[in-house]
């Protein structure tokens, strides 16, 4: 689970539950007491937990029904924050009855949220995702509004998990409105925070046409920001930042984004969060590489694996694989294949090594849940001696339990396999990505060219060989390193204007070559040759510290079916001379056609 999002719940959590008074008009003093017990989960859950446990056996001894069922379900919200989720669940549905019994309807209902809670921490989403629909129903039904945003803003959560974003964005929305009409700060920075989050993921899945998504999570994260930054709290400031920098990266500010990351990392090193230093950290490499800053990236990257093997710094297993893969990814665009090989394969293994132990904490879970019932059941058997009937339905039982057991480590067996099949699966797509794009610009290069052209069904296309005007004066007069960065802008340069079915490729040096299949009028035209002339001339380049001018020429030629692919390219090319001879910064068309031939080639 993101860690944004772990955070956006406890703050509704902790806010739920403190703000629940409103159920409690009915309460006696006894209840009132425990309520008061029940606050102490935002300061000290262990002293809740024991001041609970004495409420309740007083409860149990002053014959207080509602008292108990209240006991139980506060003692398990401690013990929930402790993290001893198998009791916490066991109390909950012990209380959910009591409720039912006394026709405590909104008790229910709350318990019910409760119930989900317990079950998101423990990822049984499908139970989760119940017991919300179910309290969402109760509360609806007797008018609580309030109260049934928190549930959604729960809901929204569970939906992001499962990756139904769609599902999460509705109900978030819904939520946030509930609690903006109510004037409730903290819900309203919590429950935008994770629907900031899950527009974000809907924005990736659906790829990067879909701006209204992007603009949208901008709008609800600034907002968490200013309520968080109003409310003092560093830790919300924290996670929006963040997302806040993942945005800014996303769009290609890597200047921005940088400020966001930077004023993150300060934030994580003000409340003293180790693990949120690190994930800041590694959202600057991000940065650093995606703006063609490898020497930059690679030296970070280096004092954070520095840093974590002596100890200075912690990392999570899986931040380290990601940091690994970081570095891989920096050494290969660099041109370093053997330290990239190493650091790939030492990402793999420590990857497995984090499964196997988890397999085997997962294993000890088990035995010892295990060796538990086996006692029970035992001291069960011993109680009832002389009762021969349910002594076999314990043995029963007991038979049962074993099945289960055995049932529970094959699956949790084959989710390993699954999981090594998925890691083998991805490092297999990675280096076939490698093999077949540029790694400065992540075009295509002539290899993943030759492929997609191959693959291309025979229909009308258009050529564009795009060369940068100056370039090499560029590259004397600012250096490399700006050059580099320069190549680097030129695909989400281009990326708006073009469709799925077209192919972008880093031809050699500083030309490009695009395939753009369909829609005659507008070859014609040369309306997209002049549209990719202007997105560059009518826009400077980023350099980080300054900005630098850059021009484009571009030659264009038909293909049509049947016509030999290096044929169209040189007549693409001797266009692409004409417009450098006729002063650069144009674009110039070649309409002559090749005989047709029944196959391309490049």
Request: charged letters at 25%; proline letters at 3%; one cysteine or more.
């Amino acid at each position: 689970m993101p860690s944004n999002l772990k955070f956006g719940i406890w703050i509704l959590l902790v806010w739920l539950t403190s703000g629940s008074a409103g159920l409690h008009a009915q309460s006696e003093m006894l209840t009132e007491r425990i309520f008061a017990a029940e606050a102490n989960m935002n300061s000290d859950p262990a002293l809740g937990v024991a001041q609970l446990k004495l409420l309740m056996d007083e409860a149990v001894a002053t014959d207080q029904p509602l008292a108990v069922a209240e006991a139980r379900r506060a003692l398990a919200l401690q013990l929930n924050v402790l993290g001893r989720n198998t009791e916490s669940l066991t109390l909950l549905e012990t209380a959910l009855e009591d409720f039912r019994r006394l026709n405590q309807p909104l008790r229910e209902a709350l318990t019910l949220r409760h119930i989900g809670v317990v079950h998101y921490d423990e990822n049984r989403l499908e139970q989760a995702t119940a017991s919300y629909i179910d309290a969402l129903r109760l509360f609806d039904k007797h008018g609580e509004a309030l109260e049934s945003a928190k549930t959604r803003a729960n809901l929204g959560n569970v939906y992001y998990a499962l990756e139904q974003f769609d599902q999460a964005i509705e109900v978030q929305r819904a939520a946030m409105a509930v609690f903006e009409q109510a004037g409730l700060e903290i819900g309203v920075a919590g429950t935008a925070m994770n629907l900031g989050a899950s527009l974000l993921a809907k924005q990736r899945q659906d790829g990067p046409s879909q701006s209204d998504e992007l603009s949208e999570a901008k709008l609800v994260l600034a907002k968490s920001l200013e309520i968080f930054e109003k409310l003092g709290n560093p830790r919300g400031e924290l996670k929006i930042l963040s997302n806040l920098g993942r945005v800014a990266l996303m769009e290609g500010q890597f200047e921005l984004s940088e400020n966001y990351y930077q004023r993150a990392l300060a934030r994580a090193r003000e409340v003293g969060d180790a693990a949120e230093v690190f994930i800041a950290e590694l959202h600057l490499l991000d940065v650093f590489a995606d703006s063609g800053r490898l020497e930059q990236a690679l030296a970070n990257a280096e004092r954070l694996l520095a840093a974590v093997d002596s100890g200075q710094m912690s990392a999570k297993p899986d931040d380290k694989v990601t940091l690994l893969s970081i570095a891989s990814s920096v050494h290969e665009r660099l041109g370093h294949q053997d330290q990239a090989l190493a650091l790939s394969k030492q990402a793999f293994d420590l990857g497995m090594s984090q499964a196997r132990r988890e397999l085997s904490q997962r294993m000890d879970e088990i035995r010892a849940q295990y060796q538990a019932e086996i006692l029970a059941a035992e001291n069960e058997r011993l109680r009832q001696e002389g009762e021969i009937a349910k002594l076999n339905a314990s043995r029963q039982q007991l038979l049962l339990i074993v099945a289960v057991v055995v049932a529970v480590l094959g699956l949790v067996l084959a989710g390993v396999m699954v999981q090594t099949l998925r890691m083998r699966e991805r490092i297999r797509k990675r280096l076939d990505h490698a093999a077949n794009h540029d790694p400065l610009t992540g075009c295509l290069n002539r290899r993943g060219l030759r492929q997609a052209v191959e693959d291309l069904p025979y229909a009308d296309a258009e050529i564009l060989l795009i060369d940068l005007d100056d370039f090499k004066k560029l590259n004397d007069t600012l250096g490399h390193d700006a050059g580099d960065a320069v190549l680097a802008q030129v695909r989400p340069r281009l990326s708006p204007l073009l469709r799925e079915s077209d192919l972008l490729c880093r031809w050699g040096g500083e030309e490009f070559l695009v395939v753009r299949r369909g829609d005659a009028q507008e070859r014609g035209s040369g309306s997209f040759g002049e549209r990719i002339r202007r997105c560059f001339a009518d826009q400077p380049m980023n350099l980080g510290q300054t900005e630098s001018a850059v021009t484009v020429s571009i030659g264009s030629a038909p293909l049509r079916p049947g016509m030999p692919f290096a044929e169209v390219l040189r007549a693409a090319d001797q266009a692409l001379l004409e417009a450098k001879r006729q002063g650069k910064n144009r674009h110039q068309a070649n309409q002559s056609s090749a005989q047709p031939s029944p196959a391309q080639s490049v």
